[in-house]
């Protein structure tokens, strides 16, 4: 037992011991001043889950309103804002929140690490993050916007100028929306330096680069490609306070200035912003989709090259959302070019994940329940998004509801869909308990059944010639049923993360108890309690192939033996 | 179980990893590489495109006192780093103090600078694209200049009270590698403004 | 879009056309692509109306054969391999192989879909030069349409017209084209012109002037709206395109270059002054009266538009009053205030403005 480097499931429990019943207010102080990289962890999955049903509810308003023509249940003032907040909010504070989360989390764990390189560092990004979401959350009661209630940001979440400029936007609501993204923008670049210090420099005894879990790798590659992602978008906000409060000329047309360059650095951001989301997804499938089918991923170095490949080609491919501004062929040749090479990467993830599953054991748990549904879903929407790359048809797509189906796709068929599946397979580890199966199973096929009714419908009405970011539409342009249809998926939507948000509660009390290794998976993380003590390992762990545990498992059939 | 433990050979040496330090400071340095690039593609991009108001062939005067003062402290603060690493700390402290006041006479210059452009020529952020553009390029880089002569002053107040020795080398190497991007980034902005844009 | 080179527009229009293979391959989808299809109440951009909207059209259905062939393929295999490889009741309890990757399988599955990449980006590139730098031929319309918060000026340069929010071009036809060439510019914010059967949308930006073209195969009505979000009442700024038989469109453009009709009864009259003395003409134009003001929509022949405010209602007396009344009841931020008129002055104005024709 003393050779062994990884402490046996029951083995000595070396926690401290509990001190006596805290009062709630020492309770909520040790949550408060926390640096443990799992405290953190938790409270941006928290704080991210919130925001979900907030922009959840959200969402559903705007399809009541769409759900018939020419309704008067928002006025266009408060749609605006609406639209405007739902995406502002799920992309910033809910994608970016849970994964950081996730990261922050798992990736110690995983590497065998006690905590994150820079845990006060790790702190503070938090704290910065959800300080810039409130300070976004203001707006609804704050300032002093000239139409309607509140000042909420109402200029899409893209924020395109010159609507953003002083005289088209009086008022506070452009301001929220710069200044709140600027000070969570700070608070992401502290994590995504976090992460990468920590992988580079914190690995255990014997885990190289290559034999890193997919997750932490997908997590290394994201942090990364957020360094030179959310920055750009930090720097146009800051030209656009420039313009709004210094009478600078960034964006001003009547000075000279070029709309079309915030066009351009805004998407410099947007599209690379949308891999800083996906990316993670990937990772959570990377590690659900073997355990649940009992095999290896199969290529893993094609995994991690692809990852890599997909950080580098989106950094080229921003402007498919500006084939319809006017720039010349060649570069919209360009373009559609560098687009369509991205789908390469992506489209040899799913099959390496294909052939994961082939010849397996599938156990279909409800994580795995939701990558399954991911995989279709992620097919699906990376040939929408081929179809969106073709620049002339592109010009009859963009703007319309038909990019909106393909990237919900994206976000809620895809990462949504992985994060749920994350957060069934993780819960047991972060609380102790199993979230209930049953319930789940609800969720899923709830929540299946509401998606697609919601998403493959808007695809059609967007080839019918429906514009985005209308707070209504004529009754006689023949969408009016598939609105309708539209909005009864969502409220089912609505109904299935309900039903989840119960499920997160209620197992938190009376889940069944999980042990270190509920699942028989094959990462470090499962080799400690569930929750994991404060100081995460009682040894610091040795490895010697991707799959410690595996090898643990299978003494007589290592992985590092067949490993190069 | 025991398999577990048993190393390959090769790894029974010494597992050596990058210092957190250093991975943190380039990955800082990276994402603020981003932030200056996109200031520096919209001065790029505005050159000759103002309006109206003073143009920079009329109002520009190329800072080469100043430039080689910040460029010089690169080698300064070098030379600090070595000092430190030898445990000279006397040395230390007046490589440090020369790398200061080398950033401080670049400040210096800049201001004046400003100075002449705001009341003589009447060139403000507001003016026009070249206003605009100069400003928030030459006043971001400012902005660094500032922070790294605030953590080094702190170093060197440490310095002072006798704090700092042999086993801060490594932090100092990952402070000296922020002001090395400072003076690198100012390469690039005094190229794109002073020479480019003229 | 900018017009670039000499060639006639038929030329274009042959050298666009899909590999002769490939269209003999697909004969029911080419009679499909020449069919035109008229206007409908559905602007579906599978009812294409002009070249633009058809090579468009065919592009797509190319596209979509592939990716929905890639779909059944991969779907096909994931379901089948989600049922055969469940794990089941009586299985063995040790674990499946592992298999840890096959260089050629992932070479194989890296090739193909390069080579897929390639053809689509060579289909869709040709399109791209065909569409965006098509030549200005001769006989072509010229109109500038301005976008502004939150309607469209129409100017027809060579006949000296300005209208607003409807616009009429001339039919063409494959025989003699008579395209109309669409010059974009925005006195605000960012807009975008999009009709989905005659063309893709193209944006209108201040200080980036754009330009797109339509060639209307078939006469009729045909609906678009702004697609650029462009503030509060984006969604109101509505566009009608009437397709006109040479006719028709000539008869149109003659009525739409006269003055407005003199007024002649008193209560038209007085209608006038109030245009006049309350402010109206600071942001209207009436032709061949002192009101020449820019800032809102030409009204020398109001009544000859179907709509009023970018198609948010339609052009009657009672709307028309309601709309001058209070705009905002309308189209809640739109930029014309309510002047607070009295009723009396209200039915004068509304009398007058009914003899602009």
New interface residues.
């Given amino acids: 037992m003393g050779?062994?480097?990884?402490p046996l499931p029951g083995s000595l429990d070396m926690a401290r011991p509990r001190p006596a019943a805290r009062t709630l207010l020492e309770h909520l102080h040790e949550w408060v001043v926390t640096v443990d990289h799992k405290r953190l962890g938790i409270l941006y999955v928290v704080y991210g889950i919130f925001f979900l049903l907030v922009a959840g509810a959200q969402a559903v308003a705007i399809r009541i309103q769409l759900a018939v023509p020419r309704n008067d249940f928002m006025?266009?003032?408060t749609y605006?804002r609406f639209f405007t907040m739902h995406g502002t909010t799920m992309v910033f504070l809910v994608g970016m929140t849970i994964i950081f989360g996730f990261a922050n989390y798992l990736v110690p764990l995983q590497i065998g690490a006690r905590d994150m390189?820079?845990p006060r560092l790790n702190a503070f990004s938090f704290w910065l993050t959800a300080f810039g979401g409130l300070l976004l959350y203001y707006s609804f009661i704050g300032g002093g916007g000239l139409?309607g209630v509140g000042s909420a940001p109402?200029?899409?979440w893209w924020a395109?100028a010159?609507?953003t400029a002083r005289a088209?936007s009086p008022g506070h609501a452009t301001d929220f929306w710069a200044l709140s993204l600027i000070v969570m923008g700070f608070g992401t670049?502290g994590t995504?330096?976090?992460i990468?210090?920590?992988i580079?420099?914190?690995?255990c005894?014997?885990m190289t680069m290559m034999r890193m879990p997919l997750f932490s790798w997908l997590m290394l590659v994201d942090?990364?490609l957020t360094?030179?992602t959310?920055?750009?978008l930090?720097?146009?906000q800051?030209?656009l306070v420039?313009?709004r409060y210094?009478?600078?000329?960034?964006f001003d047309?009547?000075?000279?200035?070029?709309?079309?360059?915030w066009m351009h650095?805004f998407w410099?951001f947007g599209h690379p912003e949308v891999y800083v989301l996906v990316l993670p997804a990937f990772a959570i499938a990377n590690e659900v989709i073997p355990v649940f089918?009992?095999?290896?991923i199969?290529?893993?170095?094609?995994m991690v090259a692809a990852s890599v490949g997909i950080a580098f080609i989106s950094l080229s491919v921003w402007a498919h959302h500006m084939f319809?501004?006017?720039m010349t062929?060649a570069s919209?040749?360009f373009f559609?070019?560098s687009t369509?090479?991205v789908?390469?990467p992506t489209?040899?993830k799913?099959?390496?994940w294909?052939?994961t599953?082939?010849?397996?054991?599938?156990?279909?748990a409800t994580p795995m329940l939701f990558c399954?549904a991911f995989?279709?879903q992620f097919?699906?929407a990376g040939?929408t998004g081929?179809?969106l790359s073709?620049?002339?048809?592109?010009?009859?797509?963009?703007?319309?509801y038909f990019v909106v189906a393909h990237f919900h796709y994206v976000l809620v068929g895809a990462i949504v869909f992985c994060i749920f599946a994350g957060i069934y397979y993780w819960y047991p580890k972060v609380t102790g308990r199993m979230l209930d199966e049953t319930m789940g199973k609800w969720h899923f096929w709830l929540f299946l059944i509401g998606f697609h009714v919601t998403f493959d419908t808007m695809h059609f009405v967007g080839?019918?010639?429906m514009?985005?970011?209308?707070?209504?539409?004529?009754p006689?342009?023949?969408?009016t049923t598939l609105n309708l249809v539209t909005s009864a998926g969502g409220i089912v939507q609505g109904i299935a993360v309900l039903i989840f948000a119960v499920n997160l509660v209620w197992s938190y009390y009376r889940g069944k108890l999980a042990g270190n290794d509920p699942w028989d998976a094959w990462t470090l993380e499962w080799s400690t309690a569930s929750p994991p003590p404060v100081y995460n390992f009682a040894q610091d762990p040795?490895?010697?192939s991707r799959r410690?545990l595996w090898?643990?498992k299978?003494?007589e059939?290592?992985?590092?033996e067949?490993?190069g | 179980m025991s398999a577990v433990t048993q190393l390959p050979p090769a790894y029974e040496g010494e597992w050596k990893l990058p210092s957190r330090g250093r991975v943190a400071m380039f990955g800082l340095i990276i994402g603020e590489s981003a932030i200056f690039t996109i200031f520096v593609v919209a001065y790029l991009f505005y050159i000759g495109k103002s309006l109206s108001g003073p143009t920079p062939q009329q109002v520009l005067e190329v800072p080469i006192f100043g430039t080689i003062c910040l460029l010089s402290s690169s080698l300064t603060i070098w030379m600090a780093e070595r000092s430190i690493e030898r445990d000279n700390v006397t040395g230390f402290g007046a490589w440090l103090g020369a790398t200061i006041c080398l950033g401080l006479v670049f400040l210096g210059g800049t201001a004046v600078e400003w100075h002449k452009l705001i009341y003589r020529d009447g060139l403000t952020i507001s003016t026009n694209l070249f206003g605009t553009t100069y400003y928030s390029l030459v006043g971001l880089h400012a902005t660094h200049v500032i922070i790294g002569l605030l953590m080094l002053t702190i170093v060197f107040i440490f310095t002072l009270t006798g704090k700092v020795g042999r086993r801060y080398a490594e932090r100092i190497a990952v402070l000296s590698m922020y002001w090395h991007f400072v003076d690198a980034v100012w390469v690039v902005v005094f190229t794109v403004v002073y020479i480019i844009g003229r | 879009m900018k017009a670039r080179s000499r060639h006639s527009i038929r030329w274009m229009i042959r050298a666009v056309a899909p590999g002769r293979v490939f269209a003999s391959a697909l004969l029911p989808v080419a009679l499909l692509w020449l069919a035109t299809n008229g206007p409908q109440a559905t602007p579906s951009i599978n009812a294409p109306a002009s070249t633009p909207a058809h090579e468009i059209q065919t592009l797509e259905w190319f596209v979509l054969s592939i990716t929905g062939g890639i779909f059944f393929v991969v779907a096909g295999l994931l379901t089948y391999a989600v049922i055969r490889y469940r794990a089941k009741a009586g299985d063995a309890p040790s674990e499946p192989p592992q298999i840890y990757g096959s260089t050629q399988i992932e070479l194989a599955w890296t090739v193909i879909p390069v080579l897929i990449v390639l053809v689509l980006f060579l289909t869709t590139a040709r399109l791209i030069f065909a569409i965006q730098d098509a030549p200005e031929p001769q006989s072509a319309l010229d109109v500038t349409v301005i976008g502004h918060q939150f309607w469209w000026e129409f100017r027809y340069p060579k006949f000296g017209v300005v209208t607003a929010n409807e616009l009429h071009v001339p039919l063409s036809s494959k025989q003699s084209p008579q395209p109309t060439f669409l010059s974009l510019l925005s006195a605000d914010t960012d807009h975008s012109f999009w009709v989905p059967q005659l063309a893709g949308k193209t944006d209108l930006i201040p200080n980036h002037p754009n330009s797109t073209w339509i060639d209307p195969l078939a006469p009729g009505m045909y609906v678009g709206q702004c697609a650029q979000f462009c503030g509060v009442q984006h969604a109101l700024m509505l566009l009608r395109v009437y397709v006109d038989t040479p006719e028709q469109f000539s008869a149109w453009l003659k009525n739409q270059q006269q003055p407005a009709a003199a007024a002649d009864d008193p209560s038209t009259q007085a209608g006038r002054r109030v245009f006049e003395t309350e402010a109206c003409m600071s942001c209207h134009t009436v032709r061949g009266t002192p009101a020449t003001g820019r800032f809102g929509p030409d009204l020398t022949h109001l009544m000859s538009r179907q709509t009023l405010a970018a198609g948010a209602m339609p052009n009657t007396v009672e709307n028309l009053k309601a709309w001058i009344k209070d705009p905002a009841q309308f189209k809640n931020g739109c930029l014309m205030p309510a002047m607070q008129l009295s009723d009396q002055q209200i039915d004068q104005l509304t009398d007058y403005l009914s003899t602009l024709r």
């Fill in positions: 050779e062994n480097s990884l006025s266009a003032q605006n390189a820079f139409y109402d200029v899409g395109y010159p609507l088209f670049l995504a330096i976090n990468i210090a920590t580079f420099s914190m690995r005894k014997g942090s990364g360094l030179i959310i920055t750009p930090t720097a146009a800051f030209m420039i313009d210094l009478d600078g000329h960034f047309t009547q000075a000279g200035g070029s709309a079309v360059v650095f410099i089918s009992r095999k290896a199969f290529g893993y170095p094609a319809t501004v006017g062929s919209n040749a559609v070019l369509e090479m789908g390469i489209g040899i799913i099959f390496n294909l052939a599953i082939w010849g397996g054991k599938i156990r279909f399954i995989l279709f097919l699906i040939l081929i179809m073709i620049a002339p048809w592109n010009w009859q797509l963009h703007n319309s080839l019918l010639g514009p985005r970011s209308i707070y209504t539409y004529e006689d342009r023949g969408w040795v490895v010697r410690p090898d643990l299978h003494p059939d290592p992985d590092w067949y490993e």
